[in-house]
Structure formats: structure tokens, C-alpha cells
């Protein structure tokens, strides 16, 4: 993110909204000569007029690549107390759901039936699932 980017920069300067000039940390850099801009998106676009790699300029300050993206957005699920009635029920029915899988599952591996691969992500996921089902405070 930019607010990542900016305090680590020298002799910043804004030209605009959502453009920066900046000593190049990647040179021995007199003048300015690395620009920066904010996209609508919250990327950042970066360029050193010295000709610098964006990878090298990023890592002379001790950062990666992801510090030019804006943070991943994680699925979450809205708030139980905003959700209709009818939604509740939906999730209610996915709890059900995902338990029943785990419970054929343990069934399955009680009897001796070797599980696949795509067995234990989907068993995975339904404990994802019911742990995020679980942090939203819905269950059965
Ligand atoms: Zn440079």
C-alpha cells in the first residue's frame, strides 16, 4: 500500500493527488528521479527515471512486490444480526451440510475406505467453512 511505501522514501514530494516523487532508494539518487502513483484501485505504479527494476527498487527497502497491491480482500460473511431471516436459514442448512460430510467421511475412514486427495480438501474446506460459520456466530 502506499502508506507502506511513502514513510521509507526520501525527499518525497507530491506533484498531484496520488503522485509522488521520491529519491530512488535502489540508486545513489541526487534528484528525485522515482515517481509513484496511486491508482483508483489502490495499486502502485512505480518508475525509476534512472531506469531502476521496480523489483530492485522494492527490495533496497526491504520490501517484496506485494507492497504495490492493495491488501486482498478475505470472503467474509456480513454480520448474522444484518442478515434476513431467510439467510440465516441458508447458512443454518450449510452447517448441516458441511457437518454431514465430515460425519461420512469419519464413517468412511472408520470402515477402512482409503480417502482421495479431493476427499480430504473437501473435508478441509467443510472445517473452514464451519469454523467461519462458527466465528459468525451461526450454528445449528
Ligand atoms: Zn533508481
Same mark, same amino acid.
Given at each position: 500500500?502506499?502508506?507502506?511505501?511513502?514513510?521509507?522514501? &526520501?525527499?518525497?514530494?507530491?506533484? &498531484?493527488?496520488?503522485?509522488?516523487?521520491?529519491?530512488?532508494?535502489?540508486?545513489?539518487?541526487?534528484?528525485?528521479?522515482?515517481?509513484? &502513483?496511486?491508482?483508483?484501485?489502490?495499486?502502485?505504479?512505480? %518508475?525509476?527515471?534512472?531506469?531502476?527494476?521496480?523489483?530492485?527498487?522494492?527490495?533496497?527497502?526491504?520490501?517484496?512486490?506485494?507492497?504495490?497491491?492493495?491488501?486482498?480482500?478475505?470472503?467474509?460473511?456480513? %454480520?448474522?444480526?444484518?442478515?434476513?431471516?431467510?439467510?440465516?436459514?441458508?447458512? &443454518?442448512?450449510?452447517?448441516?451440510?458441511?457437518?454431514?460430510?465430515?460425519?461420512?467421511?469419519?464413517?468412511?475412514?472408520?470402515?477402512?475406505?482409503?480417502?482421495?486427495?479431493?476427499?480430504?480438501?473437501?473435508?478441509?474446506?467443510?472445517?473452514?467453512?464451519?469454523?467461519?460459520?462458527?466465528?459468525?456466530?451461526?450454528?445449528?
Amino acid at each position: 500500500m502506499i502508506t507502506d511505501l511513502l514513510p521509507l522514501l &526520501r525527499q518525497v514530494k507530491s506533484s &498531484r493527488a496520488g503522485q509522488w516523487m521520491a529519491a530512488c532508494p535502489a540508486h545513489h539518487d541526487r534528484h528525485p528521479s522515482l515517481s509513484l &502513483r496511486l491508482l483508483a484501485d489502490g495499486r502502485v505504479l512505480i %518508475k525509476c527515471w534512472a531506469d531502476c527494476a521496480v523489483q530492485d527498487i522494492v527490495a533496497a527497502m526491504g520490501l517484496d512486490m506485494r507492497v504495490l497491491f492493495p491488501p486482498t480482500r478475505e470472503w467474509t460473511f456480513p %454480520k448474522r444480526n444484518t442478515l434476513p431471516q431467510w439467510r440465516i436459514q441458508a447458512l &443454518r442448512d450449510m452447517v448441516q451440510l458441511e457437518r454431514l460430510i465430515l460425519i461420512l467421511f469419519r464413517a468412511r475412514v472408520g470402515r477402512g475406505i482409503l480417502s482421495t486427495a479431493a476427499d480430504r480438501k473437501r473435508v478441509l474446506q467443510a472445517i473452514s467453512r464451519l469454523e467461519l460459520l462458527a466465528e459468525h456466530g451461526v450454528t445449528l
